[in-house]
């Protein structure tokens, strides 16, 4: 397979669980479209931060510890104006937290689950499947050995599904199935390069909007050896 212009090299990385914004930086440098997004420590640096970034934002309390965000209530989405990101602050729960992030509220027409693994005793793996919250629920996914080929990614995207969905059906449009194959074939070159340091990535979701509208990870985490 040939490589992706942009793709790599890894940042340097520290070892154990990567934040959002570390994990996010990682996929970046490979050119896999992330969400722009600002750490907050306290109500006015995250307004200032929303007012920097446009409205409507999201906020996400993060911790190293926490790996399920949205179970946890550290999710607050689509904030409107600087009074509903104060109340937004406020009503973050009671835990230990390394800051709040503030991002840019992205739209998309499905979600992706895009992942990546090192396998012992096989090697590099990459992973898409329907994604989202209800991901483990739907299990709809395919596995192949990195790096892939743009054709090898299309052809796992093809098995899925969601297929249909990606094609446009019943009057829905057809969405951005070449931004998701480039952003699966930018992840599946992190595995390729990190090898036996990278214990697992994913990307979950990656929105993906209408043909040319493109795809944006609003999520990431990742754990390195
Ligand atoms: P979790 O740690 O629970 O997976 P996420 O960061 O994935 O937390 O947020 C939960 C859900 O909120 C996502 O699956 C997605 O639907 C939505 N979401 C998160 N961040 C954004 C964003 N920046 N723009 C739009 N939707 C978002
Ligand atoms: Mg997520």
Known sequence: PERPPGAGPAPALPGGALTEAEAKSLAAAYGVPVTRGVLAQDA??????????????????????????????????????????????????????????????????????LGARHEPGFGPLVLVGTGGVLVEVLRDVQVAPAPLRPADAEAMLRRLALWPVLAGVRGRPALDVAAAVDALVRLSWIAADLGPRLVEMDLNPILLRAVGGGAVAVDARATIH
Do not use: C, T, W, Y
């Open 44 to 113: 006015d640096a995250a307004v200032a931060a929303a007012e920097a970034i446009g409205f409507p934002v999201v906020l996400k309390g993060v911790s190293r510890a926490v790996v399920h965000k949205s179970d946890l209530g550290l999710v607050k989405l689509n904030l409107a104006d600087a009074a509903a990101v104060r109340a937004a602050f406020a009503a973050l729960p009671d835990i230990p937290l390394d800051g709040v992030l503030v991002q840019e509220m992205a739209r998309g027409e499905a979600e992706l689950i």
